[in-house]
């Protein structure tokens, strides 16, 4: 099957991949943080989970860690994606290159 449409969902301890067409869970990742906010980046799937301790990190369900974690300062309050950028809403708003995941000025 070339695509599979796969629901995503947090209950404060795990991180779990669906598979809507069966029902099945594809993906149950142990987390670690207690994230506060949760969005995906439509362009590529991923998943990112921001806690409040600062900390954005992104998961795919095909690895058990995060594959990237970004200390954005304070406790992170939303998550917006838009094109190559991610947005972090903490006690400020920050831009940030989703390639070198470095702040924009």
Known sequence: MPFHFLLASYDQKRLRYY?????HVIADHVARNPYTVMRQNRANAIVA???SKGVVEWWTPGSGIPGVKVFVGSAVKD???????????AETVKVW?????????
Not at 19 to 23: A, C, I
Not at 82 to 87: D, F, L, S
């Open 19 to 23: 598979d809507t067409t069966t029902g």
């Open 49 to 51: 989970m921001g806690s």
């Open 79 to 89: 998550i917006a994606f838009y094109k190559g950028y991610m947005v972090t809403a």
């Open 97 to 105: 290159d989703s390639r070198m995941l470095k702040v924009l000025h």
